[in-house]
């Protein structure tokens, strides 16, 4: 694409942490993660073990963001014709976030958006994300600006409301309607030290969940948010990780159904797809709770136009 076919066109650089595209390509993505260290045999076989059991050694993983990466392609298409240009940019995985920057600069694109598949804020992810495009942008010669966050968007909001909802209809028919149902919110545990930085990560995904639980109506009492898929370092993370609340509730509380809200993440991939619905699901069965989980957001329309109007609102 010339700069000429451009004619003066806004670039999107839609950014996403990456999966790979195969099982082959699992340890040159497990060795990106890990900042150029090769995984040992025995972390390369327990990521590989991991999405083998979720897909089976066949990736569908990396189309749901493609799929993203067009949806909103086309709902800009129809908001504001002809003005935008959606790229893609992968923090682990090609094409990169540095990637992305440089074919809108190939193609001739001058101002730009930056945007994050990641509602919430934090200095060390949606700001990693952005600290790198930025500085490719720089280099590029590209304008760009960012979204930093849109947890409180009120099309995500109803999305994301209208699916708490729905996995409460299901979770009341595979219990057999069984009482107390307790809705855990949860999202990507991050290292415990950005609170010591004022990261507004923590705040931001208690008001999401707080939002959508007055908006489904659910009381205060029958909701809590706790953390999911902490990494395994030696700096304590964010807690407690879901596997502990599903046990502390169950004791404390004798609840007997739970429906999991992942509202950090906004695709299937693995965080949800084992550790969920495999993990979670397994050690609820084993502590005799019912646990369903709410459908993920994906290329769903109003997540859609959440992006859309999020990228136009940044370029006023």
Known sequence: MSEQ?????????????????????VEAYYTHIRRGHPPTEEQLKE?????????????PLRENTNR????????????????????QGLKHASPYIEDGVAQM??????????????PHYSVMS?????????????????????????????????????????????LDASSGGAKPVKVLFSAHSL????????????????????????????A?????????????????????DILETLERIVQEEEIKAVLVAPVG????????????????????REIGVTLERIAMLNHDPLYMETLAESVIEAQK
């Open 5 to 25: 076919l451009n004619n003066g066109k806004i670039g999107v650089l839609v950014m996403s942490y990456g999966t790979p595209q195969s099982l082959e390509d």
């Open 47 to 59: 990521l590989k073990d991991r999405y083998e059991a979720i897909v089976g050694g066949v990736f």
């Open 68 to 87: 993203q990466v067009a949806g909103l392609q086309d709902k800009l298409e129809q908001l504001a014709p002809g003005q935008y240009v959606c790229y």
């Open 105 to 118: 600069a190939k193609d001739g694109i001058k101002h730009a958006v930056g945007i994050v598949l990641a």
């Open 126 to 170: 949606v700001g990693s994300y952005i600290k790198r495009a930025q500085a490719q942008a720089e280099e590029s010669g590209i304008e760009m600006s960012f979204v930093k966050a849109y947890h409180l968007h009120p099309k995500l909001l109803k999305a994301l409301t209208e699916r708490v909802e729905d996995g409460l209809k299901r």
């Open 191 to 218: 290292p415990e030290k950005i609170r010591e930085l004022g990261d507004p990560y923590e705040t931001q995904l208690l008001e999401t969940s707080a939002a959508i639980a007055t908006r489904a109506g659910i």
């Open 220 to 240: 205060e009492s029958d909701w809590q948010f706790t953390w999911q898929s902490a990494g395994r370092t030696r700096e304590p993370w964010l807690g407690p």
């Open 265 to 284: 993440f906004v695709s299937d991939h693995l965080e949800v797809l084992y550790d969920l619905d495999i993990e979670a699901k397994a050690a609820a």
